[in-house]
């Protein structure tokens, strides 16, 4: 406790120093991050937290929870309420899988070992970031974007299996049906819960975003890079894996632009969006507040997670080089490739909604 506290402050007291040296790149980089959160941050993930609030409020949950049981048990040990958060996490990225998670918690549908075992695989990157950002916007080339959503899917099934534990728990007994709550207080909580969140996500955005200006500043990421000098790696690929760890979407396009090979980018690519960056870890813990988890286990889970993802691209990355030298760089074009490739995240989607309307409106 004592180190980590000391390591807090010695962080505060770098920000503010750097605060005091370059004041106009560290507002550069505060109006950035607030830029970002309200420009795509906010409408893309508001209203996801919005309607996973109301779905939780009416029960649909758990109706989905036994619906689903079948596949999450012998797959991953776990009860079937878990599907809940494992494919909302897919679907709509950081840090809902976590945020999910946790309110199952708080409801009593989920043990702290349930929830501790899902955390290490249902946080995952969301495929329009992965596919529009990093895929178009980076690499100008969405068949990589399909691919690393996919590796990120392929990542977090093979860590939970992996973290499962040996024996099939017994699941939770069934809790009995919401009581009924007039459709006006449903939508209030919903919305006061999800505002609360989304400020506590930009917070930490834009904490980070200034963090990385002031390290960039200061020459740590080169000085980080000249450290790793041992690597077979050039300068700017290892400056793009070092800013990556603290904060994956700047990572990410600093390897878009370094000179190494296509693959090795975007393997490293795959590993830093599973991970998440230290900007992702807090934002994660600071929605896991009320939880009494194990931050080690959960480290343990998504170093296990990238690895996994990174390795999955890296093998399946000769098999999308065709589409990508073939399609055109724009995001969900209507060309024959592009719409092959859109099938590999909008089946499991389509799949996950139509579960999801069975289970809101089967009432028996």
Known sequence: MKKGTLLLGGCACFLIFALLCFPEEMLAASAEGVQLWLTKVFPSLFPFLVACGI???????????????????????????????????????????????????????????????LLAFSNCPGPLFLIGTVGVGFFGMPAFGYLLWLSAFLGAVATGILFRRKKSVAPLPSASASPYQPLTEVLSASVADALRTILLIGGYLILFA??????????????????LFFLPLSTE???????????????????SLSPDSLRLRLTLVAFLVSFGGLSILGQTFGVLAAMPISKKDYLKGKCTNALFSSLSFFLLYPFFYPYAQKEVPAFFSLTETSFTLSFLWLLPSLFFLAVLCYAIFDRG
């Open 210 to 227: 200034v963090l990385s200006a002031a390290m960039e500043q200061a020459g740590l990421f080169s000085l980080l890079a000249r450290l």
């Open 55 to 117: 779905l939780l409020r009416i029960g649909a949950a758990q109706r989905m929870g036994a619906a689903l049981r079948p596949l999450m048990q012998p797959l991953f040990h776990l009860p079937g309420i878990a599907a809940f958060p494992f494919f909302f996490g897919l679907l709509s990225g950081y840090p809902m899988g976590a945020k999910l998670t946790a309110q199952l918690y708080e409801q009593r549908q989920l043990s702290l070992a349930d929830a501790q075992q």
């Open 237 to 255: 690929t290892l400056r793009g894996l070092c800013s990556g760890i603290l904060e994956m979407t700047n990572g990410a396009h600093l390897l």
